[in-house]
C-alpha cells in the first residue's frame, strides 16, 4: 500500500474508531440514567447520521452551528416531521452535554419544523364497543384494557404482574412519559379475563424456569439490589412473548413482552370489518378513554392524572373535541 493510501487508510480508522468509542460512551451513559432501550437506539442512530452528515468529522470538533445546519437539513430538504426534528434535537443535545461536556448554547438560526394542530381521532362508545367484539384474544384484552385505563400501547406491554392490584382495582404504570410512575383504574369488567392471564404467565414461567430460564430484565437499580427478584412471578411481562430472546442490554435470556405489531395489524381488521372510516390506532381509544370521561362528568383534573399528562394544556385538548365543531355552536340551518 502506498504511503499516502495508508495515511488516508489511517486518519478513516482512527475516526471510526473514535465514532465507536463515542456511541459506547453514549449507550453507557442513556443505561447509567435508565432510559429504555427504544430511546438507546434513537439517540445512537441520530448521532451516527449526524456524524456522517459532517463527513465523519467528530462531534467534539463541531459546534452549534454544526448541530443547526444538520437539523434544518432535516426539516427543509428531508421534510421531516417535528417530532422527528426534536427528536434528533434531544439527542444531540445529551451528546453535547454529558458526553461531550460541551452544553449546546443557542441555535439562534435553527428552522423549527412546523408541528400541525390537529384534534386526536376519537371513536363513539358505540364503535369502541364494535370493534373490541370483533377481536379475539389477547388483541381484545389489550385493547379493552387501553380503553379501560387509559393507556398507551407501550405502557400497557410493559405492565408486569405485580403492577395489576386486583384487591384496590387499580394498575400502576411504571416508568411512563417522562420516566414517572402513576396509578390508573382497573376495570371491573377485565379481572376476571387477567386473573386467567396472570394464571397462564405462571404456567409458562414455570415451564421455562424447569428449562433453566426464567429470569426476566429488571431496572438496573433493583437489578443490583435484588439479584434474585429477576426470577419470581410478580416481575415477569402480564403479556409475554411465545419465544425467548436475548436481551442486547444485559445478555439474559428472557421472554419479553408481545410485539405492538400484530396489535396494530388485527386491530385494523376489525376496524375495516365494522367498516368505520376513522383512522383508529391502539393510542385512539387512548384518545376515547379521556374524551368519554370528560362527556360523562368527570373533572379534567382527574383524566390529567390518570393520563399522566404534564400539563394540563394537553388533557384540554379533549375539550375541543366534545364542542362538536364550531365552539358547540348549533347552525342556524338547523332552525329551520
Avoid at 19 to 43: M, P
Avoid at 152 to 168: C, G, H, N, Q, T
Avoid at 254 to 270: D, G, N, V
Wanted: aromatic residues 8%; proline residues 4%; hydrophobic residues 35%.
Amino acid at each position: 500500500m502506498r504511503c499516502k493510501d495508508c495515511v488516508i487508510f489511517c486518519s478513516y480508522e482512527e475516526k471510526t474508531m473514535k465514532k465507536k468509542k463515542l456511541i459506547q460512551q453514549l449507550k453507557e451513559e442513556i443505561r447509567r440514567r435508565n432510559y429504555s432501550y427504544s430511546t438507546e437506539r434513537s439517540y445512537s442512530s441520530w448521532v451516527i447520521r449526524y456524524v456522517r452528515f459532517h463527513k465523519m468529522i467528530h462531534p467534539s470538533e463541531l459546534s452549534e452551528k454544526h448541530v443547526t445546519s444538520f437539523l434544518n437539513h432535516l426539516a427543509n430538504d428531508l421534510n421531516v416531521a417535528a417530532s422527528t426534528q426534536n427528536q434528533a434535537l434531544s439527542a444531540l443535545v445529551f451528546l453535547y452535554e454529558y458526553i461531550l461536556k460541551k452544553p449546546v448554547q443557542s441555535l439562534e438560526d435553527l428552522k423549527r419544523a412546523k408541528k400541525p394542530k390537529h384534534l386526536p381521532v376519537v371513536l363513539t362508545e358505540k364503535e369502541v364497543e364494535s370493534i373490541i367484539q370483533n377481536l379475539g384474544g389477547l388483541n381484545k384484552l389489550m385493547i379493552s384494557l387501553i380503553y379501560g385505563s387509559g393507556l398507551r400501547i407501550s405502557e400497557a406491554l410493559r405492565l408486569r404482574v405485580l403492577d395489576i392490584d386486583f384487591d384496590y382495582k387499580q394498575i400502576t404504570v411504571r416508568d411512563g412519559k417522562g420516566l414517572k410512575d402513576r396509578v390508573t383504574i382497573l376495570p371491573e369488567t377485565l379481572i376476571s379475563d387477567l386473573r386467567v392471564q396472570v394464571k397462564k404467565v405462571a404456567r409458562l414461567h414455570e415451564q421455562d424456569l424447569m428449562k433453566g430460564y426464567g429470569k426476566t430484565v429488571l431496572p438496573n437499580a433493583l437489578a443490583k439490589k435484588y439479584p434474585k427478584a429477576a426470577a419470581l412471578l410478580k416481575w415477569q411481562y402480564v403479556f409475554p412473548s411465545k419465544q425467548r430472546n436475548k436481551d442486547p442490554r444485559s445478555g439474559i435470556v428472557h421472554r419479553y413482552h408481545i410485539s405492538p405489531r400484530y396489535i396494530r395489524k388485527e386491530l385494523q381488521k376489525a376496524v375495516a370489518t365494522c367498516n368505520i372510516q376513522k383512522h383508529a390506532t391502539p393510542h385512539t381509544f387512548r384518545h376515547s378513554f379521556a374524551t368519554h370521561l370528560l362527556q360523562n362528568g368527570y373533572d379534567i383534573r382527574t383524566v390529567q392524572d390518570l393520563l399522566g399528562h404534564k400539563s394540563l394544556k394537553t388533557t384540554s385538548v379533549y375539550l375541543h373535541v366534545l364542542n362538536r365543531g364550531g365552539h358547540g355552536v348549533k347552525s342556524p340551518l338547523d332552525q329551520f
